[in-house]
């Protein structure tokens, strides 16, 4: 194998609905705190500069555009592109070149500005992610996707809403304490279990949010790391899992395959066991997706993830805290960043920097990403080792 | 460094107008060769899957579509965007994840479908690759952009249109003889030299064409090659550079800045110099593209280009040939495939396949692939060794 690779530093822009910023804007506001921790341009080797949906702004090739945004026009750069999972297949593919010795150090850098256009459009243009000859047409958007994997959860192992509005409340409950957050306020159980439905069985509170917002995180190779922190947060296993792009071709609709294989992938790279993970952020773009994200990494037997939820075992002094920065439903979602910013949490607790001690998890030493895009078409899982 | 990596087989589809072919479908056709020398797809770990611009057919994070289609649905994918030079960015990318050790054996595959649309309409999306803010508003599309660097150039060094008609000529020349090739007709000097003007001085032969197509490749590990080709085509330098997003920021337009330093950084990576390479594939977008490239890439000194093309030292039998395979001017440019189609062709030429003599090189031992985005604001720069 080639070299050790460690994330050193991160920033984020506030999540929400920022009509006060242009695309742009938002990426220089995720690089500024990363620019006031020392790490000035010419420090940094190349870049990967990404969003998930180029119809949102009309702008094409924008690695070109934020690069030349914030100082990095002279530097090479390129767009990674996989839907929700553009931020984490941002960071893998950056990853491959500075660990191959072609860069030292590399900016990733994922941000949507989603709020421009109508929720109905924004609805429209993330559905393009799906098979635009055999889903669009029909009608099958990302809510219909999940209602129907959330319809066949209940059937084959009984289980009622209530445990996803617990999902809901979580998030929300965490999200009011993070000040980077979209939605940062409580919402009742009984709020969220009986809000207006969206699709069925799925309501308002069971889907995350249209945000606009970035994030940034510099990765750094081994030899190269003390320049920067004495607080470095390894790379130790990487995972990627793809699964079939009509969910009618699947074996399951209780579980996503390629999400499974993402994560025994990241395992045994990392040389752990799901046991030994103290936090994850996960892909909760509907709560069921969370619900099912347990299963799949193995932080509950199929079928028993209602019962982790029942127990709080999920919260942050619980034995798998998830999502306690608000996650996509309350800290928002908006497409490239969500990878980033999911890893950009992972540091921030390793570091104990979360802004509440009552969102702040004891003893961080391995943290997990799980970020899933379209229906589970491709998954990224990355596993993070304290490095101090 | 990491493990060498070698490109083992190729693909390509045929180049055209394809009403006849869906997106997936024109990859398809890029894969089939490579499936054909026995390069099944359990044989690959990962793949990118690549196009430059969703506009076209509205089609997003296609890289699951293709991967699906192609029955690579359970194989980690990821698309990569980087507007013209999307098909090399993919390869930057997948290189660095076979080099590092994460997969042994990856698919990198481009593709773009840009006759759906008018000319017009095209012409207009891949405007969009500029910034859609300060120069789309303003009518700056892709030929005033290379218009402008001509005007310059003639103006800095007092050449006459008639050099890039012979460099049209020479891209005809070749295209016709390539059965690939999108439109494979000699053209006259007469004909290049006073056909309609599109954007003063460039007139339609000085343009490149709105081209559908595929183009694939497969890369190994130095350790897994042997299993796939006595006839390795190593990748033994990559270069990328980038340059202001609007050229009025940059210091010259006679000269494309993020090109120099990506041939710098290619030639330093091989250890080899310009004098070294036996053939290029440059990226023709227009004429004065071309002419430019031979001075960015050290073939000719600045302002010396047109000696070259005077000389013809750019033809098969020449000091360095360029663009034999027709180039994007004849071939065609269907833009996320592009920089794939010209690796393509650099494995073709060391294996001496070129369908006709009259285009074969004579024992090519170093290759050069040099892929433009945007007006240059990135660049993409690889040199390959024959491995026999």
Redesign the interface.
Known sequence: ???KVAVVAGGHSKFGKRYDA?MRELCAEAYKPIYDEGISQDKID?SVLSY????F?????G???I???IG????????????C?TGT?SL???????????YDVMLVLGVEQMNRVSSATATE??S??G???WEYPFGISFPAFYALMASRYMSEYGMEHDILAKIAVKSHHYGAQNPKAHLPKEVSFEEANNAIPICRPLNLYDCSLITDGAAAVVIAAEERVKEFTDQPMWITG?G???????IQ?RSTLTSI??AK??AQAAYKMAGVESKDIDMAQVHDCFTIAELIAYEDLGFAEPGKGPELVENKENYHDGRIPVNVDGGLKSKGHPLGATGVSMTYEVLKQMKGEAENPTRQIDDVKHGLVHNV??SG??VNVFIYERGW
Not at 57 to 61: C, F, K, R, S, V
Not at 72 to 83: F, G, I
Not at 240 to 246: F, H, Q, V
């Open positions: 194998m080639a070299r242009t190349a998930a949906a180029s119809q702004t009309g702008q094409g090739a690695s070109a555009l690069a030349d945004y990095l026009h002279d530097k090479p750069h390129l767009r990674v592109e996989s839907a999972t297949a893998r593919a950056a990853w491959g070149m500075v660990s191959a010795g072609l243009y993330m393009q992610a098979d635009m000859r990487i990627a899992g793809a699964s079939s792009m009509m071709d395959p390629g294989r993402a895009g379209q078409q491709f």
